[in-house]
Every structure is written in C-alpha cells, then in structure tokens.
C-alpha cells in the first residue's frame, strides 16, 4: 500500500507541472502587454512607467523556455500579479474568497454522495420497477437541465412568487450580528462560526441562503453518480458470490449492503474526481447566480473584464486542487480494492 | 450485420424514453430546417442577428407581432429561439463530431503503440482532465474574443479527453479477444486488424457517450453565453437570450410574474433538446452496454 502511495505522489510533480505548461501555452495567445498585468502587483505600479519598460523589466520579449522559467520562479513565490475584478492582489483575494466557496462546496458534497449512492443502489436492487423508472426520469432531467436554468428557475419560484429563500450568502440582520464585537470570526464559514458561536439566529440565516445554491449545485452531480452507482451495482448483483452469499442463506439485508454495495462503490468512487471537477463549474454559474461573493464569481466576473492575472490564477487552483483530490480517490481506490495495488 | 442492426432497433423502440427522446430531437430538426419560414429574417445575409423593435430594457409581454414578447433590448424572443435551434444543432453536432474524431485518433494511437507513448498520451489527458470544463473554456474563450466560432474552439480543445480513454480501454479489452488473436494468425498486419477488427467492434461506447454529450455541450456553450463570454450580442443562442432575461427573473414587487416568458420559453428549449439527446443516449447505453446484456 505504502509503496503505491509514493508511486502516485511521484506522478503529482509531473501532472502538475503539465498543468503549469499548459496555462502557460494558453498565456502565449496574448501579447507581451496583455501579459504584463499578470506581473503586475497593484495599479500604483503602473504610474509614471512606460509600458515598454515594463514589458523589458519582466523580459516578456525573451525566449520563451527563459519566460517561462521566470514564470514558475513566480508561482512558486506565490505571486500571481493582481485582480482587476477584485481589486486586490490575487493572493489576497483567495483568501478571501475561498471561505464562501468552500461552504457551499461543504453543504454540496454531502448530498451529492450520499443521495447519488443510497439512490443509486436502490434502483439497482428495484432494477425496472416504479423506483427504478421515477429514479431514472429525475436523474436524466437533473442532468438535462443546465445550472443555470435551474437556478434562475428556482430563484423565479422560491424567492420571486413564494419569498422562501433569498439569493446572498446571508441576510442584513444576520450580517450585522456576525459584525458586532460577540460574534468571533473562526473559520470565515459563516455556519461553522455560527455553531462555534452557539448563535442559532445566524445559523437558520446561513441555513435559509444555503438551500437553493446548494440544491442548484449538487443535482447534476448527484444525477450523474446515481446513475454510475445503479450500473454498477446491476453489475455485481449479477455475479456469483452474490447468489453463493445468497444461497448459504444470509439475509437480503446483509447481501445487499455487505456483499454487494461495498464492491460496487469502485466505479462511483472513480468518477469521483470528475465530480469535484463539475462541481467547479457548477460553482462559477451558482454563485453568478445567487450573488455568493466566492471564488466561482470572482472568476466569473474576471472573464468579463478581461482580468488575465485572477483567470490564469483560478484555472491553476482548480488544475491542483483536481490533482490532489484524484490522488486522493486513487489511494482510497487501491484501499477498496486490492487488486488496484499490485499493478 | 444488418440482421442484428434491426435487433437494436427493435430493442430501442421497446424503449419508451428512448422514443420519447428521438420525437423531440426529429421536432428539433423540423425547426432548424424550417427556421427560415418560421421566423424570416430581416437581414438576408445575417440569418442568426436577432430583429429587435426598438432599445428599451424593459421586456414585452408576448403579443401578435412577438409571439413569446421580448427580453431586455427589445430582441424577440421567438425568433432567438427558432434560430438557437439551428444555433444548437451546429455547435453540438461540429463539437461532438470533431472532438469524438480527435479523441478516436488519439486513444487509438495510445492503445495501438503502447509502452511509453500510451503513458505519455495518458498523463497528458490527465493533465487536460485537471481543469475544469466550463472554467477552461472561458479562460480560452477570454483570450481568444468572443465568437460562436471561438466557442467551438474552446470546446473542442477540452472535449476530446473522455473520447481517448474510452477508445483507449476498448481497444485494449478487445485486443486480447480470440478473435483478433484468429486475425493475426491469419496473417492480417497490424493496422489492418486496428481498423477492419478491432475499432468497428469498440466504437459503440463512444457512440454513446457522443450522444449523451450532444447535450451536455449545448448547456455549456449557452452557459458561456450566460457568463457573457460566449457568442456574440444579438446573435441567436438560447444561452444569449437566458442571460438577456436574466435581470428580470425576480418581476415586479405584488406581480412576481410579470416578465415570466423572458426565461421561461429559453429554459424549456435548452432544456427539452438536451433531454431529449439524453433519453437516446440513457436508451441506447442499455441496449448496447455489454455489462448490462441479460438483465432483464
């Protein structure tokens, strides 16, 4: 086990200098003064220079394997130049975007795993009855209908005509308990802090405003893994150590749960990295949509203003973080399943 | 061949879902080719510019003149929908097809040679699998302007992943089958049993997954319209005409419906063509999913 752990860390390097040479490819689209921004670190630079100095100070006009050399040299320093859109350096705005993000992510994953494999497995085992075919149809509707949609659309029933659940990350009354001196900032999440805080007022708030990004995030993803688990839980309802488990008499509780569903997590899990990449997606257009000031809105609004710096930045975050988590996945993989190990 | 060609069609009309979906995709195509009788365009050159009567923000309800009204800029929504349609059928069908053509080439390559091309071709989609669908497409999109053409563009360099791989792991699969080992007795070269044996026989996965795709890169190509990044202003893309509604979603304070058609009409045409895609895609992977063969 340990042995295939290090095998994979050692490809981590390499995926992710891909990745790095890839936005870098992508960044040789634009012109030496396009690709000035990203070296850039606040507006007052720019004040009483010559672009062209600029462009010769970070050697834009070099050789391209020099530039990108220096390139790295940046990353690795954390300077990623700064954000139009936000304002701030792109370092800066991370931080403090990845909070918000990184709640709505945390309320998302829950259902999407849970609901896409316990789901998904019930179909499975009520293969072709009423279950299976009311299974079938919402989970190829959530996959047909575009977040955006759904979002708009839930936004148009829920908040428009029925006033239930207000777009925002939190409502102003909450807001300005979370402002006052009492209310101590832990973790940037606003529902963590609220439990931290034992302030439940602020917690049915974030409650209140988490409900529709997080349905409107997590039902593609759920469709999708519901219908993985289905498959591939026919599959091993099929084999023969199922009716071997089957025929020694074990109850179709413990066949169901601990013979069959364990085997067939294998393939969900894989596609579990594709999850997280869609999840990425769906974040930009969510928080678009119901005004969560976070990562994916950041991006969003970078794209329409051209702001280079955040865009390359953004696209490098998600790269490693999808690396990391399908590192992640593998080693859980090869824990699964043995065979996995010896390759 | 042909004999069993029937079996699956056969098969697939005992499908319900799946017929549902090939009626609507068949409307779909009605549309598209009759989208010039439908709704004549008012420039002869520019089909795909949507007329708008007047610059006013405010939508208009549905009327003689605009049979769904108009959205934010006075654009008419019936005629944007009726040009998506066409909008829709080339994005999807020129994506799919080119990214599924470069996706066979490449996994076809990798599983054919092996060894240490196979690795390197297999971690560089690795590589293109770490970013993001929609995130790299903007970003592509960003640098390159916006433009159904350069959409298309973005599109197909971050599709052709899902394609490789499949191919890759079929062919791989069914190299080792009697068959192909008969093949090669015989003495058939190494190419010739690639594309007369192996490919015919390892294709219908990625013929699924292309279908179950056509949707899916409508929805994203109309999302990076919606992000403001995607076709051009006024060109006829349900994804445009969504994102010129999208102000209005909320109406007015005591008449919450009073601009329900500027999202309503788009949502259901984007959402009825990938649906439909979806539901031949779900049909046909059940017929033709060799796992699945036998569960009844």
């Given amino acids: 086990m340990l042995s295939y752990i290090i095998r994979r860390l050692l490809m981590l390097p390499i995926v ?36 062209d100095e600029l462009v010769e100070e970070y050697g834009l006009n070099d050789p391209a394997w020099v530039q990108f050399g220096r390139w790295v040299a940046t990353i690795f320093k954390g300077e990623f ?11 800066n705005a991370f931080a403090r975007f990845i909070p918000v993000s990184a709640e709505l992510a945390l309320w998302s994953v829950v259902p999407v795993i849970l609901g ?20 079938r149809v919402v989970a190829i509707i959530g996959w047909s209908l575009p977040t955006f949609v759904a979002g708009l659309l839930g936004l148009f029933v829920f908040y428009g005509i029925l006033e239930w659940f207000p777009p925002g990350q939190i409502g102003i009354e909450a807001s300005a308990v979370m402002r006052s001196a009492e209310f101590i900032s832990y973790t940037g999440l606003i529902t963590i802090d609220a439990v931290l805080n034992w302030n439940w007022f602020v917690f049915l708030d974030a409650l209140r405003h988490l409900v529709l990004p997080v349905f409107v995030l997590s039902f593609v993803s759920w469709a999708m893994l519901l219908r993985i688990m289905r498959t591939s839980m ?41 999850t997280i990449a869609f999840m990425f997606s769906g974040m930009v257009i969510t928080e678009t949509i119901f005004d969560w000031h976070g990562v994916g809105r950041w991006a969003a609004r970078a794209a329409q203003t051209f702001d280079m710096p955040a865009l390359l930045a953004f696209m490098l975050f998600n790269g490693s973080l999808i690396v990391v988590a399908n590192l ?3 080693i859980m993989y090869a824990q699964l399943d043995p065979r996995v190990r010896l390759q | 061949m042909k004999k069993k060609r029937f079996v699956t069609l ?77 909008t829709a059928w080339t994005v999807s069908l020129i994506v799919v097809g080119v990214s599924a053509a470069i996706g066979l080439v490449i996994g076809s390559v990798s599983a054919f040679y092996g060894g240490i091309v196979d690795e390197v071709i297999m971690r560089i989609t690795d590589i293109f699998y770490a970013f993001p669908f929609l995130v790299g497409a903007m970003v592509i999109t ?51 049993i690639l594309v007369r044996h192996i490919i015919p026989n390892a294709i219908w996965p990625v013929v699924v997954q292309a ?56 949502s259901i045409a984007i959402t009825l063509f990938c649906l439909s895609w979806n539901l031949v895609g779900d049909a046909m992977r059940d017929i033709l999913d060799p796992r699945l063969r036998g569960t009844q």
């Fill in chain 1, 81 to 91: 130049g700064y954000s139009q859109a936000a304002q701030r350096t792109v370092t």
């Fill in chain 2, 142 to 192: 960003t640098i390159l302007g916006r433009g159904l053409d350069k959409v298309m563009y973005a599109l197909i360099a971050l599709g052709w992943m899902g394609y490789a791989r499949l191919i890759r792991s079929d062919i791989i699969r069914i190299r080792e089958l009697e068959y192909v080992q008969a093949a090669r007795a015989a003495g058939a070269g190494g190419l010739r």
């Fill in chain 1, 234 to 274: 026919l599959e091993v309802l099929r084999q023969d150590y199922i009716t071997t488990a089957r025929s020694k008499g074990l109850k179709e509780k413990v066949v169901i749960k601990k013979h069959a569903r364990r085997n067939a997590l294998i393939p969900p899990l894989t596609v579990a990295g594709l």
């Fill in chain 1, 116 to 135: 896409g494999i316990l789901l998904g497995s019930a179909s499975a085992v009520r293969h072709n009855k009423l279950f299976d075919h009311v299974m």
């Fill in chain 1, 328 to 330: 992640i996945v593998d």
């Fill in chain 1, 16 to 51: 992710v200098f891909g990745c790095i040479l890839l936005v870098y490819i992508v960044m040789q689209f634009m012109t030496p003064y396009q690709r000035v921004s990203v070296f850039i670190s606040s507006p007052n630079e720019l004040k009483n220079t010559d672009i």
């Fill in chain 2, 10 to 86: 056969r098969k697939f009309i005992r499908n319900p879902l799946g017929v549902i979906g090939m009626l609507i995709l068949i409307f779909f195509i009605v549309i598209a080719a009759l989208a010039p009788t439908l709704a004549p365009p008012q420039w002869e050159n520019e089909p795909y510019r949507i007329p708008r009567s007047g610059f006013s923000p405010t939508p208009k309800p549905p009327d003689e003149e605009h049979p769904f009204g108009t959205t934010e800029g006075q654009y008419d929504i019936y005629y944007g929908i009726i040009w998506g349609t066409r």
């Fill in chain 2, 211 to 266: 279908s179950m795709n056509m949707g899916s890169i409508v929805i994203t190509a109309a999302a990076l319209s919606f992000l403001g990044v995607g076709a051009n202003m006024g060109y006829a893309d349900w994804g445009q005409l969504i994102s010129y509604g999208r102000n209005y979603i909320i109406g007015l304070s005591g008449n919450p419906l009073a601009y329900w058609y500027v999202v309503i009409y788009p």
